[in-house]
Nanobody
Framework: VQLQASGGGLVQAGGSLRLSCASS????????LGWYRQAPGKQRELVAS??????QYSDSVKGRFTITRDGATNTVYLQMNTLNSEDTGVYYC?????????WGQGTQVTVSS
């Protein structure tokens, strides 16, 4: 399994970014897909996930971030709106199937105030 994340960059506070994570296998084969982020000096945290028809978000991004999937391209997206400096970090996509967990390589998001 390979997960290729992209879409990070530098954005001003209040702006938007869309992250993409392309999977080498069908996204419908996974039990769950998620986006994590790791801010400087902090632990990696889950910000959004989707399993079946259920999406979940951390309190810090609820209402601003949206996770979606595209089965035609085997890609999972994270639309991030109204970004603020606390959203800065490296974002990783994750896919889980049974007891296996797969990670993408991470994409840097930097929000300038």
């Amino acid at each position: 399994v390979q997960l290729q994340a992209s879409g990070g960059g530098l954005v001003q506070a209040g702006g938007s970014l869309r992250l993409s994570c392309a999977s080498s296998r069908s996204i419908w084969s996974y039990n769950a897909l998620g986006w994590y982020r790791q801010a400087p000096g902090k632990q990696r945290e889950l910000v959004a996930s989707v399993s079946g028809g259920t999406t979940q978000y951390s309190d810090s991004v609820k209402g601003r971030f949206t996770i979606t999937r595209d089965g035609a391209t085997n890609t999972v997206y994270l639309q991030m709106n109204t970004l603020n400096s606390e959203d800065t970090g490296v974002y990783y996509c994750n896919a889980r199937v049974q007891w296996n967990s797969f990670w993408g390589q991470g994409t840097q998001v930097t929000v300038s105030s």
